[in-house]
């Protein structure tokens, strides 16, 4: 038999396997969902109220945003990649580089920059994250402002010593002498997509929110991907700017073509609510919009969104004064419970509106394990249990 | 990605590759194109992508470090102060330069002393001396411009004395006054000046050093974009203990792929507080691992002034050439004191080996022989110069003692470029702590006492 008869009978053999049923144990969980599922069912990200299918509802949905700029239909990747375009071109001190960027990167946020913006600004380093932060805090120690990439949140811990003994202390033991390094941004695509394991799902956002220096940014969607990342380049401290990497391809709406920046350290509330307060930021809040939908139609009440954007400095006064008015409030987060973002809102929370209170804070977050490939459904919070602490809250 | 490698059999002509191992390689057609992969007939050598100039070899040996020699290391004049090579130039430099150099140096130790002793004292919390090592932070700075960036790991006070940095400036940071440019914020000897382009030590080793190399890159682009700017590098220096960091190995490698116009300097001096180099490395020191980088790499003896400065004068040089790249100086030396003054070196070596080495070779009273030979110097104005130094010395100490500390809001102030809304509730909790608890609580010694927060 020819090598090519050999090959083709081979390929013929592999197409019959891969095209016949398999014994529902061992279908591919996370492809599908319960059947007989109310709040557990996939996210329609095409018609998501938080993501804007017309500029009209973009336009009205956050205030911030710049008026009257026309508007194109973006995922997340392209939002952060118009993001990183507008700031390489509005100064030349910008520059973007990191592990595989000069392609593309290989989430495509950095696609076609470096043949637009120049190897010398836009290139591959080592691989080494402890030699990129490092590299990066230099670059923006002489006065330029770095994007410096870190493939996945899971890898930045080599880079650990270098964000939290140097970028976030550089301005404080410079003192007198003025020397700071804020032009740093570190981007790192972050959270769950089904099947990252251990290494491509964590969210490390509450290791960086204990350091004093560092400002810990993440979006929720391409249009507040876009504002706030231009927000963390223009800002004059260092940024951990995490994506969340199931939006890149999935979260698709209408994004201002122009240049615009959204606040740092100012929350947003998605929604207007009397009884219960969620505070959430990232992928999570898609989760929390369903179960707020299930819940305020079974319970009759209405539920206030709060989307921190900023996850350190946070907006203390705009979720204390939510919970103030309603009296409840539930954080969710993706990213384990212990120590997490949700225990230093809870505690503000309680220090801040303790009379107000009427039910426990409940954090709704990871559980205290690690993100075993088969178990993520069970870890990350689902509609089901923000639905639940809803339910709990009401009827404390 | 095609698979084309094919060969030439002589009995046969041009055969198939034997076994295919891919199906995407076929088919396999006998007009073969050569291409960057191809191997042509009794080629010596194939490009690997990943080692594109290595020949191949029919014999085994391993390489080993056994077979390579020692890396020289650089002198100009022997112990004595004596020039080594007669038939060399002399060194390049003005009598009134060298002896600058040479009161720096002695600055820098007598300095050393004064406060080693002062913080057995207990009059500042801290300090490390540069005692044998003062030839390499004073040699080499004298080869850069002013406009160069300087990264430093903790033990270069010559580098800040070579500089320009004031007695003034050296005691204002060592007891965390008012005048300290870090605040009173940093532990003593964690100098740093904007002014002379040196960015403030911090105590994690090794960091600085693939920041050195960004601040190269950074230096490199700038020049790119604006050529009426002087040429600038970084210096970048460490110990021979902190190359064993990752940091080392980040910073090298991503300075030689991108082209940086950095030097590092690493100063081996033999120990790393009590581990010597036998349990830091078995390689050939420092300066052998530059080669694996691709970064042209020199060793020089440290005590010596005159070889130190011409090497790191060509190291700047050579930064420079072709749009940059980085050059790697491994200067020898001994720590001739205490690693720190919360150390006592003589629990892990020999008090004889500390004291040959400070009596038979150290960059003071190198220099200060060959100044005397070239009859530029003697015992009276060695006294002289030693007792006008002190009294200078004790002078900014004293004054500096009695300033006060910083505003008590410098703690909270410089965090973010904005005091920020957790940070303003905080003072304002500190404050009420204070007004509560008066007795508590020495806030005079702060400038604007409880007020200056």
């Known amino acids: ?396 | 990605m095609s698979f084309r490698t094919a060969q030439r059999n002589p009995q046969l002509g041009w055969s198939r590759c034997p076994r295919p191992r891919w199906p995407h390689a076929l088919p396999l057609r006998r007009s073969v194109r050569w291409s960057s992969i191809s191997q042509r007939p009794g080629s010596d050598h194939v490009h690997f992508p990943g080692a594109v100039n290595s020949k191949f070899t029919t014999k085994l040996s391993f390489e080993r470090p056994s077979t390579h020699a020692t890396i020289p290391t650089f002198r100009v004049m022997d112990s004595d102060g004596l020039i080594v090579d007669k038939d060399r130039d002399p060194p390049d430099v003005s009598d009134e330069e060298v002896l600058t150099w040479y009161k720096n140096m002695l600055t820098v130790s007598i300095m050393d002393l004064i406060m080693f002793d002062a913080q057995r004292q207990g009059r500042l919390s801290f300090y490390m001396v540069s005692a044998g090592e003062e030839g390499i932070a004073v040699g080499s700075a004298s080869a850069l411009t002013p406009d160069d960036v300087i990264f430093a790991q903790y033990r270069e006070t010559g580098v800040f004395q070579q500089r320009g940095f004031t007695l003034e400036d050296f005691m204002s940071q060592l007891f965390a006054n008012r005048k300290d440019a870090g605040k009173g914020r940093n532990m003593p000897v964690h100098y740093g000046s904007s002014k002379l382009n040196i960015h403030t030590i911090s105590s994690p080793l090794a960091t600085q050093i693939p920041q050195a190399s960004g601040a190269a890159y950074a230096l490199k682009l700038q020049a790119l974009t604006n050529p009426t700017l002087p040429p600038r590098i970084v210096a970048c220096y460490f110990g021979e203990g902190a190359a064993s960091e990752g940091d080392f190995h980040a910073a090298l490698n991503i300075a030689a792929t991108r082209a940086c116009p950095v030097v590092f300097v690493c100063r081996n001096n033999g120990y790393a507080i009590s581990t010597p180099t036998l349990e830091q490395y078995r390689g050939d020191g420092i300066a052998s691992r530059g080669v694996g980088y691709g970064i042209d790499t020199v060793r020089v003896d440290g005590n010596d002034v005159f070889a130190v400065r011409e090497v790191m004068g060509r190291a700047r040089a050579m930064a420079l050439e072709g749009g940059g790249r980085p050059v790697l100086v491994e200067a020898m030396s001994y720590r001739v004191s205490h690693h720190s003054t919360s150390d006592d070196s003589f629990a892990y070596r020999a008090k004889v080996e500390v004291e040959d080495w400070k009596r038979r070779d150290n960059p003071v009273t190198r220099l200060r022989k060959w100044m005397e030979g070239r009859g530029m110097w003697d015992a009276e104005r060695e006294g002289e110069a030693r007792r006008r130094i002190r009294g200078e010395v004790l002078g900014a100490f004293a004054r500096a003692e009695r300033e006060k500390r910083p505003r008590l809001r410098g703690m909270f102030e410089d965090v973010y470029e904005e005091v920020t809304e957790e940070a303003r509730g905080q003072m304002e909790e500190l404050r009420g702590v204070l007004e509560r608890y008066p007795e508590e609580y020495d806030v005079d010694e702060y400038e604007g006492g409880r007020d200056g927060l």
């Open chain 1, 1 to 396: 038999m020819s090598v090519l008869a050999r090959f083709l009978r081979q390929r013929r053999k592999l197409r019959r396997l891969l095209e016949s049923p398999l014994p529902s144990a061992y279908q591919r969980p996370y492809s599908s969902h319960p059947p007989k599922a109310r709040l557990n069912v996939p996210q329609d990200y095409s018609s998501h109220p938080l993501l804007h299918q017309s500029s009209s509802s973009l336009y009205a949905s956050c205030p911030e945003l710049p008026r009257n700029s026309p508007t194109t239909r973006l995922n997340l990747f392209q939002s952060v990649n118009a993001a990183l375009s507008h700031a390489l071109q509005s100064s030349p001190t910008t520059l973007v580089f990191g592990e595989d960027v000069a392609f593309g990167g290989v989430f495509r946020c950095t696609s076609n920059l470096s043949t637009s913006f120049g190897s010398e600004r836009v290139f591959n380093t080592p691989l080494s994250e402890q030699g990129i932060v490092g590299f990066a805090i230099g670059c923006a120690a002489q006065g330029m402002r770095p994007i410096a990439e870190i493939q996945f949140a899971d890898y930045v811990y080599p880079a650990f010593d270098q964000l939290v003994n140097e970028a976030a202390k550089w301005r404080f033991r410079e003192g007198g002498t003025g020397g700071e390094i804020g032009g740093l941004v570190v981007r790192m695509p972050c959270g769950g997509v089904g099947h990252g394991a251990l290494y491509h799902s964590q969210s490390p956002e509450s290791l960086f929110t204990h350091v004093p220096g560092l400002r810990v940014v993440m979006p929720r969607s391409p249009s507040q991907a876009k504002g706030l990342l231009l927000a963390s380049i223009a800002c004059n401290d260092p940024v951990v700017f995490l994506e969340p990497k199931v939006l890149y391809r999935a979260a698709v709406e209408q994004v201002p073509t122009e240049a615009y920046e959204l606040p740092l350290s100012k929350a947003e509330i998605l929604k207007e609510g009397k009884d219960v307060t969620i505070i959430s930021y990232g992928h999570p809040l898609y989760t929390c919009s369903s179960a707020i939908a299930a819940a305020e139609k079974d319970f009759d009440i209405t539920v206030e969104l709060i989307d921190l954007r900023t996850l350190y400095p946070w907006d203390r006064p705009a979720v204390l004064e939510s919970v103030q008015k309603t009296g409840r409030a539930i954080v969710v987060h993706e990213s384990m419970v212990n120590a997490g973002v949700g225990a230093e809102v809870a505690a503000t929370i309680q220090e801040g509106a303790f009379l107000k209170l009427e039910a426990p804070i409940q954090r709704v977050a990871g559980w205290s394990t690690h993100m075993g490939l088969v178990y993520e459904k069970f870890n990350i919070p689902d509609v089901a249990r923000v639905y639940d602490a809803i339910r709990k809250a009401i009827d404390y």
